[in-house]
């Protein structure tokens, strides 16, 4: 698993290897530079203005232009504070750098044109105000130009905790991190100014302050249980979907899709005799269906209680709210589905219904909320603000996990375990796409997963759908249905 810290993580783990384990700054720095100079060289630029802030990440940019020097490469460093103001690590690359004799030059836009790769080593995460000044102008002029952009740990101007952008902010071509990626560089927009992402090792010891994540296939592999060759379908869960309404058949019919796909030995459809039955049980030969009875203006019945735990008998995991529709007679089919002893889901109209009773997360059995910012806002009273926040507060103070949809989902466990969901694709950005995640949490809930590894793995399984939707159809013209029909999960 890849770790992702917050920039005051970064340093408390800096800090214990520099003050505990002895191991020196400039060592630390060293490596950092050390990693810089090779991707820049690496990638063939001939040509290369760095320019320099008075922090540490002005002294990664110093280092590394040493190292560029004395591998034959034209290096030009442009100090945007004097040198002579420079303190510690920085001030002694700083000093190493003028007596090699590498070229300084004040900075100066028109100028840019004379190299073919500008470093941005102004900020890195330790900003906290809007650039001023020479570094707003070096900011906004590097923007304009043409040349590539590598900038050093985050892209300046970019808040290394939220992803917020200080005003003005680098477009980077290439982001070189050190130690572990910041959260900053992969929630929006900071992920959008980052580019490419190179996570270079400086030496630090493993640490287990880091309270966030990214999944690999490799890991997926390891949480998903490997189906034994001599299982039965009732070893394999049986997942119980509450979902459509009159004209929204089709979310019945993609959750249910993509919750067959997921290794599921069964799956009960609890939906409208009329509206929606039909429809799923011809697209989907695989799905029983148990009937909710509805009058001439399809209506639910009052009986929820009585029907939903007549139909989460035998069942391993309960899912609610695709396509179920806000009118008040549903709402007691979301109360009723939590008051069930089955670990939940509740997506899109069942968060819209139990955000008006937040108390029915009071319950003794795992849920799962999977909101996108909108349905958040109905939970949290107001709009999102801080995504990585918001999410992780809620799922502390109602003892459920949050999966935030985004192009950066958020995984925020009660525990305060974080996962980020950073892979797929802007053609997920489409109707009944939220219908697939659900259906592919659900099952891996019926299955047996815990909450939290559901939301997780169902987040990635759910973005590699949408990859392999992508290729097959492009970008633009795929659909949620492709999205389901490509889950795969081998094992």
Not at 32 to 53: D, M, Y
Not at 480 to 486: F, G, P, Q, R, S
């Amino acid at each position: 698993m890849q770790k992702i810290v917050t920039p005051e993580e970064m340093r408390r783990i800096e800090g214990h290897a520099i003050r505990d384990l002895q191991i020196p700054s400039l060592l630390l720095m060293e490596r950092a530079a050390l990693a810089l100079a090779q991707e820049v060289k690496a990638r063939g630029f001939r040509h290369v203005l760095i320019v320099c802030g008075s922090g540490n990440n002005g002294g990664d940019g110093y280092a590394a232009a040493r190292m560029l020097h004395l591998w034959d490469v034209d290096v030009t460093i442009s100090p945007l504070c004097p040198i002579e103001k420079l303190k510690g690590d920085a001030l002694l690359n700083a000093n190493l750098c003028l007596n090699l004799g590498i070229c300084v030059a004040t900075f100066n836009s028109e100028g840019l044109a004379l190299y073919d790769c500008v470093v941005d080593a102004i900020f890195g995460t330790g900003l906290s105000r809007a650039p001023e000044g020479i570094f707003r102008e070096a900011i906004e002029a590097i923007n304009k130009a043409t040349q590539k952009v590598v900038s050093v740990d985050i892209p300046s101007g970019i808040d290394g905790a939220t992803g917020q952008m200080i005003d003005c902010a680098i477009q980077a071509d290439v982001t070189v991190t050190f130690g572990y990626i910041k959260r900053g560089l992969l929630l929006y927009p900071g992920a959008k100014y980052a580019g490419e992402i190179v996570c270079a090792d400086i030496g630090l010891p493993e640490s287990d302050i880091p309270s966030a994540e990214v999944l690999t296939d490799e890991d997926v592999q390891s949480i998903i249980p490997a189906i034994p060759r001599d299982a039965y379908k009732n070893q394999l869960g049986h997942a119980l979907l509450v979902s459509g309404s009159r004209g929204m058949a089709g979310a019945a019919v993609l959750s249910a899709t993509s919750c067959s796909r997921t290794g599921v030995g069964l799956l009960t459809v609890l939906c409208q005799e009329q509206s929606v039955m039909p429809v799923v049980q011809k697209c989907i030969p695989t799905a029983m269906c148990l009937p909710i009875l509805e009058d001439a203006n399809h209506q639910f019945p009052e009986n929820a209680e009585e029907i939903l735990q007549k139909a989460a008998n035998g069942k391993t995991a309960l899912g609610i709210g695709c396509g179920l529709g806000r009118s008040e007679d549903r709402e007691a089919f979301v109360q009723a589905a939590l008051k069930t002893a089955l670990p939940a889901l509740v997506d899109a109209d069942g968060i819209y219904h139990l955000s008006k009773h937040l108390e029915w997360l009071n319950r003794g059995a795992e849920t799962v909320l999977t909101p996108h910012p909108g349905e958040m806002a109905f939970l949290l009273g107001r709009k999102v603000e801080d995504p990585v926040f918001d999410a992780l507060t809620f799922a502390q103070e109602h003892s459920c996990v949050v999966l935030l949809k985004g192009a950066c989902t958020v995984i925020a466990a009660p525990d305060g375990k974080i996962t980020f969901n950073t892979i797929g694709t802007q053609g997920m950005a489409t109707a009944g796409s939220g219908d697939t995640l659900t259906g592919i949490i659900l099952g891996l809930l019926a299955r047996g997963l815990s909450a939290y590894d559901a939301a997780r793995v169902g987040a990635f399984l759910h973005a590699k759908a949408g990859l392999a939707a992508e290729q097959l159809h492009g970008t633009a013209s795929m659909n949620a249905l492709d999205m389901a029909n490509c889950i795969r999960i081998d094992g």
